[in-house]
């Protein structure tokens, strides 16, 4: 038997029940966006029974396009998180069965954002001055900062509404290692304040002209309890991560991974995975909505992105031996057509098929953990501290 857990990055489907406390009300992703390239076509979400989790949300909105049906292939519901954030780390961490809270630190938008305490020893530890220390989208500092870095030979250092401390560097200039190295550094300092993920950015390119690579790397907060996937490795069954997954989850509980930079090639990873074992727990991060669509207020290439993907899983399904559980999810919301350039508090979808069983309405679920709950059920291992499991 193979559970596969593949998170839909930011594929939020409507404001949380707490989104006011995060200034996130009237955010929905996936209705928005529907709404903004005139209806959705996404047949096989659409027979999984995507269309019919909306009315479980109270006050939920439909997604244009994609209809209810009668006989629903998977078993479709809808969860609210427990944690407190709207950031990656802490959606996939109560997904593998961990209640954040007090959630991590977050930091001003305004120059300076982190404090001396951290900046003083990162410049001396690293040997290089730093431009920025303000929150900025990734693509707008580079074009700001990224000149004057090369000159000086610098980093960029900057922020988000995320608990997060982002470095930038072009590659051309300083060279990856190096720039993995001062990320490396980085999180020692950070670790005081909770900061939940210090990033590698590097970009390449002339001024006017750059682009981020796919190098990138997270350095993430350790967890502070067991993983569910540290369980299902201690018990002996294969844990495949795909995409930053292994990023995300400090490198704990995985038996092989791959990291993948974009969602076709973990599309491909998954494959590749789920055809080299019939018992394993495979997780996998679908990055490109949330990488390049949300955070860059891009509806038509998020909708594209989703048709591109619901292509993909009709035939993955096909792959599912008849024991398989293949939970589908997402771990925040980034509603490209909400203000700002960053996440959404909102409900996530979840889809779980199983090729030979009935399908059930899963309801509304109070807590990403139970993925988790439902992960160590179906391989017939201890409960988790929180949590329901699905069936």
Not at 184 to 198: F, T
Not at 357 to 378: E, H, I, K, Q
């Amino acid at each position: 038997m193979r559970v596969i857990l593949v998170v839909l990055d930011s594929v939020g489907i409507g404001e949380a029940p707490d989104a006011a406390h995060y200034d996130d009300c009237g955010a929905a992703t996936l209705p928005h966006i529907a709404e903004a390239v005139g209806g959705l076509s996404l047949p096989c979400f659409e027979s999984m029974g995507l269309g019919n989790i909306p009315p479980l949300i109270p006050g939920g909105k439909a997604i244009q396009g994609v209809a209810p049906v009668s006989n629903p292939t998977a078993s479709y519901g809808v969860m609210q998180e427990r944690s407190e954030g709207k950031d990656t780390i802490t959606g996939h961490w109560e997904l593998a069965g961990i209640e954040m809270r007090p959630g991590f630190s977050l930091f001003p938008p305004d120059y300076p954002s982190f404090p001396p305490e951290i900046m003083e020893p990162f410049k001396q530890r690293t040997g290089r001055d730093y431009l920025g220390n303000k929150a900025a989208s990734g693509t707008g500092v580079i074009e700001e900062l990224g000149e004057q870095s090369m000159r000086e030979k610098s980093f960029i250092v900057y922020t988000s509404a995320d608990s997060v401390f982002q470095i930038a560097a072009h590659v051309g200039v300083i060279p990856l290692e190096e720039l993995y190295k001062a990320c490396e550094m980085a999180r020692e300092l950070c670790d005081p304040y909770r900061i939940g993920r210090v990033i590698a950015r590097p970009f390449r390119g002339e001024p006017g002209a750059f682009e981020r690579t796919d190098d990138r790397r997270d350095y993430a907060f350790q967890p502070t309890e067991p993983l569910i996937l540290e369980h299902v490795h201690q018990a002996g069954i294969p844990v495949y991560a795909v995409g930053k997954i292994e990023d995300i989850y400090a490198h704990r509980g995985i038996t092989e991974s791959d990291h993948t930079g974009h969602t076709e090639a973990s599309q491909q990873a998954l494959i590749h995975f789920t055809m080299q074992s019939d018992h394993a727990f495979i997780v996998a991060n679908f990055i490109d909505f949330d990488m390049i669509y949300g955070h860059r207020r891009d509806p038509k290439g998020y909708a594209g992105a989703l048709v591109q993907t619901d292509t993909f899983f009709s035939e993955y399904i096909r792959l599912l031996n008849h024991d398989d559980i293949l939970i589908i999810t997402a771990d925040h919301g980034n509603d490209p057509t909400f203000k700002g350039t960053d996440h959404t508090r909102e409900y996530v979808p979840v889809l779980a098929y199983r090729p030979d069983a009935p399908s059930l309405n899963l309801g509304l679920r109070d807590g990403f953990f139970d993925v988790a709950s439902t992960v160590a059920a179906s391989f017939g291992l201890p409960p988790m501290p929180h949590g329901r499991a699905f069936f």
